[in-house]
């Protein structure tokens, strides 16, 4: 069963207390979120912007898998904004002798963590923790198994209205690995949330979603047909470690030839059509390199509006919490 995520994560005033999931953000808190991340970007070279808005509190990064982009931009967002950053080791913490995450959240309670950022192979894991947490503390997701990545829904949002910001006008062509990528559910919820024109997943037969994971898109096996005139082309790395032993999924080669973004897979959608990927990427396998580092690719851009986005989910659970 679906928690109720239009109760869980609000306070009683109705305040955002944890983000678990864009499921229950509606389409003014989003627009709201993406406009206060626009005011973290400032030009390459100048100083970052910094407030205080969470000074004195502290953040606990619980990354229980791996990560570069989300964890680091947790932990640049959190200091920008004045808070302590715990970055629990999880090679060395003791979840690794079978700790529980009820002691291992109680522990950290006892320090006074007061933001727990919480990524987990295990779906369920973030709500879990939300309703456990003493009632001073929030959690926010980043990245529950294949079902959810909401802070990345929300940045990649920001970087599509950053090229055009006509969402009931727009195509947008998520390509690759759907069946296991929480990135493609965030994002897709996101997108529908501010009422996109058309949403297409373009995959192998074999990673193709379960019907009921994407309400309302439209699933396409062949590269040509999906990219036909997209405004937005994100493309989604193959998740080896979610991936049992599935039959039908096509070996590298195959893969690259008929899934890969490369210069000819371009031509099929619109000629300013941009390309994004959450990263890391396996570059030849589902992206071309030079197309990655390329004019159309604003993957680069994606990783500057995390650090946006992150701060400014943060800020409102800071405000949130000093208005307490
Ligand atoms: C993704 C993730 O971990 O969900 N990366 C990210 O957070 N930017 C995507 C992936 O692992 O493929």
């Given at each position: 069963?679906?928690?109720?995520?239009?109760?869980?994560?609000?306070?009683r005033q109705g305040n955002l207390r944890h983000f678990?999931?864009?499921?229950?953000?509606?389409?003014?808190?989003?627009?709201?979120?993406?406009?206060?991340?626009?005011?973290?970007?400032?030009?390459?070279?100048?100083?970052?912007?910094?407030?205080?808005?969470?000074?004195?509190?502290?953040?606990?990064?619980?990354?229980?898998?791996?990560?570069?982009?989300?964890?680091?931009?947790?932990?640049?967002?959190?200091?920008?904004?004045?808070?302590?950053?715990?970055?629990?080791?999880?090679?060395?913490?003791?979840?690794?002798?079978?700790e529980s995450i009820l002691d291992t959240i109680h522990?950290?309670?006892?320090?006074?963590?007061?933001?727990?950022?919480?990524?987990?192979?295990?779906?369920?894991?973030?709500?879990?923790?939300?309703?456990?947490?003493?009632?001073?503390?929030?959690?926010?997701?980043?990245?529950?198994?294949?079902?959810?990545?909401?802070?990345?829904?929300?940045?990649?949002?920001?970087?599509?209205?950053?090229?055009?910001?006509?969402?009931?006008?727009?195509?947008?062509?998520?390509?690759?690995?759907?069946?296991?990528?929480?990135?493609?559910?965030?994002?897709?919820?996101?997108?529908?949330?501010?009422?996109?024109?058309?949403?297409?997943?373009?995959?192998?037969?074999?990673?193709?979603?379960?019907?009921?994971?994407?309400?309302?898109?439209?699933?396409?096996?062949?590269?040509?047909?999906?990219?036909?005139?997209?405004?937005?082309?994100?493309?989604?790395?193959?998740?080896?470690?979610?991936?049992?032993?599935?039959?039908?999924?096509?070996?590298?080669?195959?893969?690259?030839?008929?899934?890969?973004?490369?210069?000819?897979?371009?031509?099929?959608?619109?000629?300013?059509?941009?390309?994004?990927?959450?990263?890391?990427?396996?570059?030849?396998?589902?992206?071309?390199?030079?197309?990655?580092?390329?004019?159309?690719?604003?993957?680069?851009?994606?990783?500057?509006?995390?650090?946006?986005?992150?701060?400014?989910?943060?800020d409102r659970i800071g405000q949130m919490m000093n208005?307490?």
């Amino acid at each position: 069963m679906q928690p109720d995520y239009s109760k869980l994560q609000f306070d009683r005033q109705g305040n955002l207390r944890h983000f678990l999931s864009i499921k229950g953000i509606g389409i003014e808190l989003i627009s709201q979120l993406l406009e206060d991340a626009e005011k973290y970007l400032t030009a390459p070279g100048t100083l970052a912007p910094r407030s205080k808005s969470l000074a004195g509190r502290t953040i606990g990064n619980l990354f229980f898998e791996p990560s570069t982009r989300t964890r680091a931009s947790f932990d640049l967002a959190g200091r920008r904004l004045g808070a302590d950053v715990l970055n629990l080791d999880v090679n060395t913490s003791s979840r690794k002798k079978g700790e529980s995450i009820l002691d291992t959240i109680h522990t950290l309670q006892a320090m006074q963590v007061d933001i727990m950022v919480v990524r987990d192979a295990s779906d369920g894991v973030p709500a879990y923790i939300a309703r456990n947490v003493d009632d001073h503390v929030s959690v926010l997701n980043a990245g529950e198994s294949d079902v959810s990545h909401p802070t990345q829904g929300l940045l990649d949002l920001m970087t599509i209205r950053q090229h055009n910001n006509d969402f009931k006008n727009m195509v947008v062509a998520i390509v690759g690995d759907i069946q296991h990528s929480r990135v493609a559910m965030s994002t897709a919820e996101a997108l529908q949330t501010m009422g996109i024109g058309e949403l297409r997943l373009i995959s192998p037969a074999a990673l193709s979603p379960t019907s009921d994971r994407f309400p309302g898109a439209y699933v396409f096996d062949n590269l040509a047909k999906g990219l036909k005139d997209a405004d937005v082309i994100m493309a989604l790395r193959i998740q080896r470690e979610r991936i049992g032993n599935i039959e039908g999924v096509p070996n590298i080669d195959e893969y690259y030839a008929n899934y890969g973004i490369s210069h000819d897979s371009l031509e099929y959608a619109k000629p300013d059509a941009i390309v994004m990927h959450p990263g890391p990427m396996n570059r030849g396998i589902e992206i071309e390199g030079s197309i990655a580092d390329g004019p159309r690719s604003v993957i680069t851009k994606q990783v500057t509006n995390g650090v946006a986005i992150r701060m400014a989910v943060l800020d409102r659970i800071g405000q949130m919490m000093n208005e307490r």
